[in-house]
């Protein structure tokens, strides 16, 4: 089984919200700190406020929160709100199967138990464990840009504002 880039995203915005002692977000930070782009990341933010995990707040000043303690948003019902479907096999779906024995066939019992058994131990644990689990240097594992910009905060500085293109549109690499 394998989780969408839909869910694992969603994971990794509450996990950042979470870290982030329940601030205000901007959705541009939590990209930089992923690597995820913009497109990708509002619809994560959009499926995530829809199921109540979060809050978006619009404006200038505006972005992201969690709508309730991260130790009440369990990872299971993360994953049951943000996947599309958990139909792991055809036979999964009567409508569409056309396998010839699923009327007395038991793999389909048998990989559903085993989807049950995976969903009950993502409900084990809550955003909180998570966050608790990865150590208090979870931050410093995020990319660079978020790194510099929490530690600014830290020190009571203004945030750092985004680098800069040059003029063109492309950002120069160092070769060597």
Not at 70 to 90: H, Y
Not at 140 to 151: E, M, Y
Request: net charge positive.
């Amino acid at each position: 089984m394998r989780v969408t880039l839909h869910a694992d995203y969603g994971l990794r915005v509450l996990v950042y919200l979470a870290a982030s002692a329940g601030r205000v977000v901007p959705t541009t930070e939590i990209g930089r700190a992923y690597g995820i782009s913009k497109n990708h990341l509002v619809r994560v933010a959009q499926s995530l406020r829809d199921a109540g995990f979060i809050e978006l707040l619009p404006g200038r000043t505006g972005g992201i929160r969690l709508a309730r303690s991260a130790g009440e948003i369990r990872v299971g019902d993360v994953a049951r709100a943000l996947e599309p479907d958990f139909r792991l096999v055809e036979c999964f779906d009567a409508h569409t199967s056309t396998c010839p024995i699923s009327p007395v066939c038991a793999l389909a019992r048998v990989i559903d138990g085993a989807l049950a058994a995976f969903l009950a131990e993502l409900d084990r644990f809550t955003i909180a464990d998570v966050v608790a689990g990865s150590g208090p240097r979870l931050a410093a594992h995020f990319l660079p840009v978020t790194a510099l910009v929490q530690k600014r905060e830290g020190a009571g500085a203004r945030p750092a504002a985004p680098a800069r293109r040059p003029a063109g549109g492309f950002a120069r690499r160092n070769t060597r």
